[in-house]
């Protein structure tokens, strides 16, 4: 039981090239999360999925777009990598939305991007 | 949508004694969670506390909710080297999206 596996791990890009960070969860979770974290900050939450078909707007989505492709994944695209898109990200999920009463979110190990 | 404020931002405390961090919200909310990072990875789930309890336990951490003031706090008793991490707070309403705080930074020097 995997949980939430997030790819790649690493990713360097120059400016101005694109690139799709892959996010797939085995638990059979409604609600998916992009978040992003700089460094000594908290997490900063880029997108969410609600649920198969939906997505979301969060805090910081400028520069960024969604895709929900199913149930299990939920991919974030940099059109055009800018250097303030430096940062870990970060998938979670959750079943949050089917109870509505509050659940956990899982997380994955996150993926390192730099952009120069 | 709801984000909680941790306080204190960083907190330096010797191995063995307790150590306790604050959580501040502004609205109404279903229930509130905990999390911690371990330097470099993802957040992990220590504990939910929903808006009609008080106090939760789960091993050594202690979660006490007060929602007339719109706080919570987490202790952690008997700390190890180990629980050096940040840990954030989430406080949620219902059908909303979760949003972190900038998180408590705490080292547990041995």
């Known amino acids: 039981n995997a949980g939430v596996t997030q790819t790649p791990k690493f990713q360097v890009l120059k400016t101005g090239q694109s690139m799709t960070l892959q996010c797939a969860q085995d638990m059979n979770h409604n609600s998916m999360y992009w978040y992003r974290q700089d460094p000594g900050m908290g997490l900063r939450l880029i997108y969410y999925?609600?649920?198969?078909?939906?997505?979301d707007k969060g805090e910081v989505p400028n520069g960024y777009n969604v895709s929900r492709l199913n149930k299990r994944e939920f991919s974030l695209r940099l059109e055009s990598a800018a250097p303030s898109q430096t940062s870990v990200y970060f998938c979670a999920s959750s079943d949050y939305l089917m109870t509505g009463r509050g659940e956990k979110l899982f997380f994955g190990s996150g993926t390192q991007l730099s952009v120069l | 949508s709801q984000q909680g404020e941790e306080d204190p931002q960083a907190l330096s405390i010797q191995e063995g004694e307790n150590a306790t961090m604050n959580c501040s919200y502004k609205?109404?909310?279903?229930?509130l969670q905990w999390y911690r990072q371990n330097s470099g990875r993802g957040l992990v789930h220590l504990i939910l506390i929903r808006s009609n309890e008080r106090e939760k336990h789960s091993g050594r951490l202690r979660v006490t909710l007060d929602t007339s003031k719109k706080s919570s706090s987490l202790l952690i008793t008997a700390s190890r080297a180990a629980d050096t991490a940040s840990y954030f707070c989430?406080?949620?309403?219902?059908?909303?999206?979760?949003?972190f705080g900038p998180g408590t930074s705490l080292s547990v020097i041995p």
């Open positions: 609205t109404s909310i279903n229930n």
């Open positions: 999925s609600a649920s198969e078909g939906t997505t």
């Open positions: 989430a406080p949620q309403t219902s059908y909303d999206k979760v949003i």
